[in-house]
């Protein structure tokens, strides 16, 4: 069974407006981390966001927000104020706490996001 | 601070040919390394970790091998090459210590012709 479900293979999103990407996630374990990542067309993988699933409140980063919602399983990346250089292609992630000491990180099929003029 | 390097950026290799990429760190100590493959259009897939010296786990069956020889080195190797080892590799490093964050190298483009 997928573990993350990323539904979008592509979005458009104006300059200057707010887009969300989907991730829906599937684990027994308590305890997990949620991880989102751009990656641009060069190939690296750009760490944006952590969430906790014990995290009282959503994270922030910057113009990265993440819309936890622990009961429905998702964990959507908000983008705020969308900027050309945001054009990439974004991964949702998840890590279990069975995995100890370990990050092997459990990733979805992504999603890839440009941004128009 | 913390980087980690990865080389080559882009190998074409033709099939039945050995490999070996190449991942090292820099400030930091016992990191936990990890080897992903991209497949064109997908997600991805880890290969394998690795939590000390000589210490590899190997998540897929697979035509690949890794090893450890030093503390912040980690080598992707084959020693036949494949057509379907076509892709791109991914070195990634966690501090091994429960924090959370994953760093990943700039990654290996492999063509196998």
């Known amino acids: 069974a997928q573990k993350i479900t990323q539904t979008q293979p592509g979005m458009f999103v104006q300059e200057k407006e707010a887009v969300t990407l989907d991730c829906t996630y599937d684990?027994?374990?308590?305890?997990?981390?949620l991880f989102w990542y751009k990656q641009p067309s060069s190939g690296e993988m750009i760490f944006l966001i952590y969430?906790?699933?014990?995290?009282?409140q959503n994270a922030t980063e910057g113009r990265y927000s993440l819309n936890f919602q622990k009961a429905r399983k998702s964990a959507n990346l908000v983008i705020s104020a969308s900027q050309l250089g945001d054009s990439a292609m974004y991964f949702c992630?998840?890590?279990?706490?069975?995995?100890?000491?370990?990050?092997?990180?459990?990733f979805g099929t992504g999603t890839l996001l440009a941004v128009q003029p | 601070s913390q980087t980690i390097h990865q080389w080559p950026a882009t190998l074409v290799q033709p099939v039945g040919s050995p490999l070996s990429l190449e991942c090292t760190v820099e400030?930091?100590?016992?990191?936990?390394l990890y080897w992903y493959r991209q497949a064109a259009g997908r997600g991805l897939q880890l290969l394998f970790y690795?939590?000390?010296?000589?210490?590899i786990s190997s998540e897929v069956p697979q035509n690949l091998s890794a090893s450890r020889p030093q503390d912040r080195q980690f080598i992707l190797s084959s020693k036949k090459l494949l057509l379907s080892d076509s892709g791109f590799y991914l070195c990634?490093?966690?501090?091994?210590?429960?924090?959370?964050?994953?760093?990943f190298g700039s990654g290996t483009q492999l063509s196998v012709l």
């Open positions: 684990t027994s374990d308590p305890s997990y981390g």
């Open positions: 690795s939590v000390g010296i000589g210490q």
């Open positions: 400030g930091t100590s016992n990191p936990n």
């Open positions: 990634a490093w966690s501090s091994g210590t429960g924090d959370e964050k994953l760093f």
């Open positions: 969430q906790g699933s014990y995290d009282q």
């Open positions: 992630a998840m890590r279990e706490a069975s995995q100890g000491a370990t990050n092997k990180l459990i």
